[in-house]
């Protein structure tokens, strides 16, 4: 079974980084793609950043030139470099995987969310 475990989240003020991580544990074939999402009280999650297995990297417009997405593919791990942080970046964060459980067969995974407060 594959797991997600998201760390770093936290209370920061706006101007602020905060470094966000997540692991995938558990046996599978292969690691499609990890991305991060984020979810406002009484919201849809939204996409906020990503990183395909070939290493192409997508953002969000409301996070271009503040985020930085980084992956390890040998550790299956992605992390999200968040700098300049406003107010209105405050949410819960998930991270997804598209994992290829076995030979053709992907799935989508869900951390359990970190939260990410700015505020002064």
């Known amino acids: 079974q594959v797991r997600l475990v998201e760390s770093g989240g936290g209370l920061v003020q706006p101007g602020g980084s905060l470094r966000l991580s997540c692991v995938a544990s558990?046996?599978?074939?292969?690691?499609?793609?990890m991305s991060w999402y984020r979810q406002y009280t009484g919201k849809e999650r939204e996409f906020v950043g990503g990183?395909?297995?070939?290493?192409?990297?997508d953002y969000a417009r409301s996070v271009k030139g503040r985020f930085t997405i980084s992956g390890d593919k040998d550790k299956n791990m992605v992390h999200l470099q968040m700098n300049n942080l406003k107010a209105e970046d405050t949410a819960v964060y998930y991270c997804?995987?598209?994992?290829?459980?076995?030979?053709?067969?992907?799935?989508?995974?869900w951390g359990q969310g970190t939260r990410v407060t700015v505020t002064s």
């Open positions: 997804h995987a598209d994992v290829e459980e076995v030979y053709n067969y992907e799935a989508v995974h």
């Open positions: 558990g046996t599978f074939f292969r690691m499609n793609g």
């Open positions: 990183i395909g297995r070939g290493g192409n990297i």
